[in-house]
Structures are given as C-alpha cells and as structure tokens.
C-alpha cells in the first residue's frame, strides 16, 4: 500500500535540502513512515510520472496522494500544516 504523501525532490536543489532538513531536524522525522521520498536521480522514470500526474513544475513538491494537494515546502508551519492534513 502506498504512503499517503509523497515528495519529489532533486540534487543541486537548495529548497530540496532545506525541506528534507526541515523534515529531519525540526519535525524530527515525525512524518517520515508516510511520506515516499521519490528522488530524480535514484528514478527519473518514477518521478517524471509522479510530476505530470499531480502536475508539479518545480521541486521539492509535497504531494497528497488521493486528493493531489501540494506543498512547496515554504516554512516550517506550512509543511507540518500540510502533512498533519
């Protein structure tokens, strides 16, 4: 079964590694058994039909599988808004 969100995510993406800090640090890896971290290069194939499937333009991009709202991961409160649904 699939985890309820998703994060697509990229190297040499500076908000990519602010958001997967803020994850781990912050929000001390609370959220981490329900987020799929999908990243560019470990599987392009994945990620670009992950991308065109909820429509996301730029990354780090926090998807909710089922309903496809996105997060871009802007600030602390943001995020865990988002993932706390």
Do not use: H, N, W
């Amino acid at each position: 079964m699939p985890k309820p969100f998703v994060l697509l995510t990229q190297e040499d993406c500076p908000a990519c590694v602010r958001l997967e800090r803020m994850l781990a640090g912050p929000l001390r890896g609370a959220f981490d058994a329900q987020i799929e971290v999908v990243r560019r290069e470990d599987g392009e194939r994945a990620f670009l039909a992950l991308a065109e499937e909820y429509g996301v333009r730029s990354t780090p991009a926090l998807v909710e599988r089922g309903t496809g709202r996105l997060c871009g991961g802007e600030s602390l409160y943001e995020v865990r808004t988002f993932l706390r649904g």
